[in-house]
């Protein structure tokens, strides 16, 4: 099992930037996948990037793609989303998950393991 913790969510202007830090415990965090969802106020959960276990290999949704990076530092437990040109509709609950087979996985059905999410909010 792993558990996991989210931080470094927080209120920004449009424009600014956040990094955010998914920590997890447990010795085998290495074996694990990663991502990250994030949910709006009365919309569904959705894909916002992935990271296999070795980091070799990331995915990220339309809406992330080019302003948004996942990393990982297993020596630390630790995935990361740094998150760049944010903007009024990137606010939002954002969930680290995780699940210990290797290769990517960009739906949630296919995470056992979840944060309980750190909210960022993006001001205009």
């Known amino acids: 099992q792993v558990q996991l913790v989210e931080s470094g969510g927080g209120l920004v202007q449009a424009g600014g930037s956040l990094r955010l830090t998914c920590a997890a415990s447990?010795?085998?965090?290495?074996?694990?996948?990663a991502g990250w969802f994030r949910q709006a106020p009365g919309k569904e959960r959705e894909f916002v990037a992935a990271?296999?276990?070795?980091?070799?290999?990331?995915s990220y949704a339309g809406s992330a793609k080019g302003r948004f990076t996942i990393s990982r530092d297993n020596a630390k437990n630790t995935v990361y989303l740094q998150m760049n040109s944010l903007k009024p509709e990137d606010t939002a609950v954002y969930y680290c998950?995780?699940?210990?087979?290797?290769?990517?996985?960009?739906?949630?059905?296919?995470?056992?393991?979840w944060g309980q999410g750190t909210q960022v909010t993006v001001s205009s």
């Open positions: 990271i296999n276990w070795s980091g070799s290999s990331t």
């Open positions: 447990g010795r085998t965090f290495s074996q694990y996948r």
């Open positions: 998950a995780a699940d210990i087979r290797l290769t990517l996985a960009l739906s949630r059905t296919e995470y056992d393991y």
